[in-house]
């Protein structure tokens, strides 16, 4: 698998080098098509990406970074680039390690702190009131920061209450701005919202070409819940970098796959957080505001839905 991802990571920089679009080295913002409730447009620091507005309010810019796997001087550097080309959504886990690293590559970047939306995850270890408001704290304190943009709950297992009293305290308290959860199906928001007096704004869950959780998707628009994309390239598996129905579409806009499925998401309204540790990469990433997908071409993406995760060994 190893060797394989490594050679779909040479089709994209194959791409890059001969793409014109790309090394005119611009992001060009175009008119939004959002589907969700509440969209609109953002400015910050003389990027402009689109913001959906939250149940509570709140704005979340519709595409981010991710940093899975990204740790120590690697993470920090790649944190400041990505900050550095327009980034403002930057997500996070206590699980994922790298906690300081985020930190580290936000203070790099000399950023105002109130210019990003930065995300962490409670993990399952802790669980609970008490332990939850301890790590959340020791989230804060590794990032070096005074409060969170989006906090979530990793996934649904353990005293799902106990900790969603915490995360509400906290909101009240102002130490957080939103409260979410990740992997979470139906059954286990409706349970939540059984007693939740705060109705959760986001759900991370897997989504992309091979697993497009329309039935999710749905279930999210009717609460009001905005559905969040993690690794919307699958990590490259099923050789999405490579799959020859997104080549086609994208041969016609002169953009990679990357960039096509990235605009597939777009247009479904889900907010996407793409990972990579290559400063081009990140910036093609950002490079999906300058086109559109018609709808016989979102259709032809549809049949890409295996409808099965890509990643049995996280269930």
Not at 118 to 142: C, H, I, M, N, P
Not at 188 to 201: C, N, R
Not at 266 to 286: F, T
């Amino acid at each position: 698998m190893k060797r394989k991802n490594q050679a779909q990571g040479i089709k994209r920089r194959e791409f890059l080098q001969r793409s014109a679009a790309f090394t005119a080295g611009s992001m060009i913002v175009g008119s939004g098509t959002s589907t969700l409730f509440g969209a609109g447009t953002s400015r910050r620091s003389g990027t402009s990406i689109e913001s959906i507005t939250l149940n509570n309010g709140i704005e979340m810019p519709i595409l981010g970074f991710g940093t899975l796997y990204l740790r120590d001087e690697l993470g920090v550097r790649c944190v400041a680039d990505a900050i550095s080309l327009g980034y403002r959504l930057i997500d996070t886990a206590t699980v994922y390690g790298n906690e300081e690293s985020v930190g580290g590559g936000i203070k790099l970047s000399g950023i105002n702190r109130e210019e990003l939306f930065v995300t962490s995850k409670v993990w399952v270890d802790d669980y609970g009131y008490e332990q939850a408001r301890k790590a959340f704290q020791a989230s804060l304190d590794k990032m070096g920061l005074d409060y969170l943009d989006l906090y979530l709950i990793h996934r649904p297992r353990g005293d799902i209450k106990g900790t969603w009293m915490a995360m509400e305290d906290l909101y009240k308290e102002g130490k957080i701005k939103v409260i979410g959860v990740s992997n979470f199906e139906t059954n286990h928001l409706e349970e939540l919202m059984s007693y939740a007096t705060i109705k959760p704004a986001v759900n991370q869950i897997e989504t992309h070409a091979f697993f497009q959780q329309e039935k999710a998707r749905e279930t999210l628009k009717k609460y009001e819940i905005q559905m969040e994309a993690w690794s919307p390239f699958a990590q490259g598996r099923n050789e999405l970098f490579t799959n020859e129905t997104l080549a086609a579409i994208g041969k016609k806009h002169n953009k990679s796959n990357a960039q096509v499925s990235l605009r597939w998401h777009y247009q479904r309204g889900i907010v996407a957080i793409p990972r990579s540790s290559q400063k081009a990469h990140m910036q093609e990433n950002l490079n999906i505001f300058d086109f559109k997908l018609d709808d016989s071409e979102m259709k032809t993406i549809s049949s890409l839905d295996l409808n099965i995760t890509q990643f049995p060994e996280w269930e």
